[in-house]
């Protein structure tokens, strides 16, 4: 067995950020859950609704590996990316790292995971490897799928060869910390204004807060979108809340990250920032149980009920962003 060494195996929330954490702590930058998600310029929002999708999908965060370009670009990280068509060449990239005593991470669909504890098609799932041996391949996933966690090589070379949305080409990438690295301190307001500015000013209606007003337009109408609504309501309402696609986990952890901000950056703003994503957070989890009940009844008036909420929620947090677009001009 092949392992790398000194491994902190903390789940965290969300995949992403959990990963992240593991490849720095490696390396001396313990940065908490909140912060690596603030930094990353994390938040946003996405209603997807394509031809080839069964059900709209609500996206609360930025698309999958932008959080990890946006970490590295404000911390000055140096991030490196592989990606092949050939299997043979993924696993050989991932091998090396890890026999080199560096960790790597991983972006694959979760569906074909040992452990996993949802059977969904999920392709842009990112988890942090550290070790090996000739059957399973370790990893650190989540604190929901069990933190350190084993799965199959042949089910791994599956979920990295996997095809469709959100899907990388056996992506995997590292991060190296430099010597010189400044206070990630000081990158908390730019990280801060950028979040916002692609929040309230989207190049299409899907996203930031018209994302949010459009989804309350939708969703009354979602009985109409399926004729399973009690499997297809509930499964959305829980990959909102539990997942995070589109529900209160990163309003938490954005939350959570400008109370944490408030330690080192003055001014209302960030104060009210934060006092109006604490009543969003619980907003979105109200959403997610009108949807479930609406699942669970066939009763649309839940559903409308979660479209009046997202109207307000689109307000919510558009003058949130437009506080903490504004950091930049009180500091």
Known sequence: MTTVADIDARGGLHCETTALGVLLRQQGLDLSEPML???????????????????PFLGGRVKPFELTRNLA??????????????????????????DAGR?????????????????AHFGGHVVAMYGYDDRDAHLVDTAQQGGAVSTSLAGLARARAARGPMTA??????????????????????AITACAGAFLAPPIANL????????????????????????DLPQAALLMEKAGTGGALFRN?????LAESAEFVGGGRLRTGHRLY??????????????????????ARHLVQAGAVLHDLSRLEREAMEALGALGDAV
């Open 278 to 299: 604490t009543e969003a957070a619980v907003l979105w989890t109200e959403v997610a149980a009108l949807i479930t009940k609406a699942g669970e009844s066939a009763d």
């Open 103 to 119: 960790p790597v991470g991983l972006q694959l669909d979760s569906h074909y995971l040992d452990y996993f504890g949802s059977d």
């Open 169 to 190: 080409r056996h992506r995997s990438f590292t991060l190296t910390v430099p010597p010189d690295l400044a206070d990630p301190r000081e990158r908390i307001v730019p």
């Open 73 to 98: 670009a404000a911390l000055g990280l140096e991030l490196a990316v592989q990606e092949t068509a050939s299997p043979r060449k993924a696993w050989a990239n991932v091998a090396a790292s890890i």
């Open 208 to 231: 930031g807060h018209r994302g949010i007003a459009k989804a309350g337009k939708l969703v009354p109408g979602w009985l109409q979108r399926t004729d399973v609504p009690e499997r």
């Open 253 to 257: 952890l954005y939350r959570d990250f």
């Open 37 to 55: 998600f603030g930094l990353g310029s994390g938040l946003s929002f996405v209603y997807w609704d394509a031809k080839n999708m069964g059900f």
